[in-house]
């Protein structure tokens, strides 16, 4: 039964992989879109945690399967990063003026 969480992992793995596709395109709806439901995803996990656990070894493939959410993670946010400065600096009253 505890191959039911690392579902739950694979799944967050797969949307995050798919945030970084519609982040390199500069999709930004999409990478909402899915950030929803890596939400909904990781409540899910949440509760099934409470009843499963995992053996040692589907624990090792689960902290490689969240390293490489990580990752993906962190090129979002440096991907967004410039969008962020911007936002930033319109909230700020200093928008960008464009020629």
């Given at each position: 039964?505890?191959?039911?969480?690392?579902?739950?992992?694979?799944?967050?793995?797969?949307?995050?992989?798919?945030?970084?596709?519609?982040?390199?395109?500069?999709?930004?709806?999409?990478?909402?879109?899915?950030?929803g439901a890596?939400?909904v995803l990781?409540?899910?996990?949440?509760?099934?945690?409470?009843?499963?656990?995992?053996?040692?070894?589907?624990?090792?493939?689960?902290?490689?399967?969240?390293?490489?959410?990580?990752?993906?993670d962190a090129?979002?946010?440096?991907?967004?990063?410039?969008?962020?400065?911007?936002?930033?600096?319109?909230?700020?009253?200093?928008?960008?003026?464009?020629?």
């Amino acid at each position: 039964m505890s191959h039911t969480l690392l579902n739950y992992y694979e799944a967050i793995e797969r949307a995050s992989a798919d945030m970084l596709d519609a982040a390199r395109t500069g999709n930004w709806d999409e990478v909402v879109k899915l950030e929803g439901a890596c939400a909904v995803l990781i409540s899910q996990l949440k509760h099934a945690a409470k009843e499963q656990s995992l053996q040692a070894e589907e624990s090792k493939l689960k902290s490689r399967i969240m390293q490489r959410i990580l990752l993906n993670d962190a090129e979002i946010r440096h991907l967004a990063e410039p969008w962020l400065d911007d936002l930033d600096k319109i909230l700020a009253g200093k928008s960008k003026t464009l020629h």
